[in-house]
């Protein structure tokens, strides 16, 4: 079935450390992608998005996103994490079918960023 | 607070009840989604409305039932509902409906089903 996949369920890190995400999806044809992050405590909320143009995209708080559309890929990374940082991360893809928004969403990552 | 407020918080039914979830959204939007995020799964897309037109039904149950009187107000309406349909109701809002737009999320109705 077609979908969205993150490598990593569960996540710990030290202050300071490197941070990577993997997304995959399966769709082939154009994708619009996406990652949300859902802090603890509150809603779900757009970390960055990709839709055309320079595969590389940078969001907020100092983190990033490379497509690498030959890997159906879409990972998250961040050089230098904080505890602030200490979130669920989705990975979100609108499929290349349909006129509408249908995000489809990964299950999820949660990072833990331990001072 | 992202504009989308979402009421109940919090609810616990009885399988045989009838309820309804609220979302209201107060930023002009013209397209509104009811997502399902069960434990230990992805958010699953429900339903989406592009201006209070149903334009997607992602293959749900007709125990959900939603209503869009309006491009700023989209409910939920529950009956007969099953155990399994214990689960985090979001809702969420879009400028117009299109694949590319940020969606804006409230902060979901827990609920329960007895």
């Known amino acids: 079935a077609q979908s969205v996949s993150q490598h990593n369920h569960h996540v710990i890190l030290s202050e300071a450390a490197s941070l990577e995400l993997g997304c995959n999806y399966s769709y082939g044809g154009t994708v619009n992608l996406f990652w949300y992050v859902q802090y603890p405590g509150q809603h779900l909320q757009l970390l960055l998005k990709y839709f055309s143009g320079d595969p590389l995209v940078k969001g907020i708080k100092g983190f990033e996103a490379e497509f690498i559309k030959s890997k159906f890929s879409f990972n998250l990374r961040k050089p230098s994490v904080q505890w602030s940082d200490t979130a669920e991360y989705f990975c979100?893809?609108?499929?290349?079918?349909?006129?509408?928004?249908?995000?489809?969403f990964g299950a999820g990552t949660r990072l833990a960023v331990h001072p | 607070e992202t504009g989308v407020t979402q009421t109940p918080r919090h609810l616990v039914m009885g399988m045989t009840n009838k309820k309804s979830l609220k979302c209201e959204q107060h930023?002009?939007?013209?397209?509104m989604y009811w997502y399902k995020q069960s434990a230990k799964k992805p958010l699953e897309l429900m339903f989406v409305?592009?201006?209070?037109?149903?334009?997607e039904n992602n293959s749900v149950p007709s125990r959900f039932s939603p209503e869009c009187p309006n491009s700023s107000h989209l409910f939920l309406h529950l009956h007969t509902l099953q155990p399994e349909d214990s689960a985090l109701y979001l809702c969420a809002s879009s400028q117009n409906g299109s694949p590319n737009e940020k969606l804006f999320f409230g902060s979901g109705t827990q609920l329960s089903v007895l």
């Open positions: 409305y592009s201006l209070e037109e149903r334009v």
């Open positions: 979100a893809v609108t499929p290349p079918f349909g006129g509408y928004n249908k995000l489809i």
């Open positions: 930023l002009g939007h013209n397209a």
